[in-house]
C-alpha cells in the first residue's frame, strides 16, 4: 500500500510521527577516511581549534549523501581526489561528540592535486608513512589504522 493511497488522517499520522521521530531519535552523522598515496602513506591533518593529527573528514550535512561530503572534505581538507571509489570499512558511535553521532569511516586511495597551505581551520596537513606517524596523532587516529590494517578488530565506538 503506497503512501498516497492511505487517507488524509493516516497520511498526517505518519507525517507527524515521521517528526517525531526525527526528534526523538535524530542523530548526526559524519565521514572520515584514512587516504593513502601511490606510495602507501596516510594523509593526516592538524586543525587549528584541537591539539593532534587526524584522519580528514567532517559531517554529513543535510541533502548530502555520504559519498558526496567525503568527497567535499577531502578536497576542502587536502586537496585530495579520490583515483577510486572509496571503501566503506566501519560504522562508529562517537559518543565522545554525543550520544547520537554516527562516523562513516572509509579507506581511500588518493592524489593530491596542490599542495594544502595553511588557514583558520587547517594548521598543517601531510602524508605520513604508517610505522612514522607523528608522536601527537590522537589515539582514535592510531587506533582506526590498526583496526583497518587487521591489528585489531573494529570497535564499535570511535
Not at 20 to 46: I, K, Q
Not at 99 to 124: G, M, N, S, W
Amino acid at each position: 500500500m503506497s503512501e498516497e493511497s492511505l487517507g488524509p488522517g493516516r497520511r498526517a499520522a505518519i507525517w507527524l510521527l515521521h517528526r517525531y521521530f526525527a526528534l526523538s531519535r535524530g542523530m548526526t552523522l559524519g565521514v572520515r577516511a584514512a587516504c593513502f598515496d601511490a606510495e602507501g602513506r596516510v594523509f593526516l591533518v592538524r586543525h587549528t581549534y584541537v591539539p593532534g593529527w587526524y584522519l580528514p573528514g567532517g559531517g554529513v550535512e543535510r541533502g548530502e549523501t555520504a559519498a558526496q561530503a567525503l568527497t567535499k572534505e577531502l578536497r576542502e581538507e587536502g586537496n585530495l581526489e579520490l583515483t577510486a571509489p572509496a571503501t566503506l570499512f566501519h560504522v562508529y558511535l562517537n559518543s565522545h561528540i554525543s550520544r547520537r553521532d554516527h562516523v562513516l569511516f572509509y579507506r581511500a586511495d588518493v592524489v593530491q592535486t596542490a599542495p594544502r597551505k595553511p588557514d583558520r581551520e587547517i594548521a598543517e596537513s601531510g602524508f605520513f608513512d604508517l610505522a612514522a606517524l607523528p608522536a601527537d596523532a590522537t589515539p582514535a587516529t592510531r587506533r582506526r589504522l590498526c583496526e583497518l590494517n587487521g591489528g585489531f578488530p573494529p570497535a564499535d565506538g570511535w
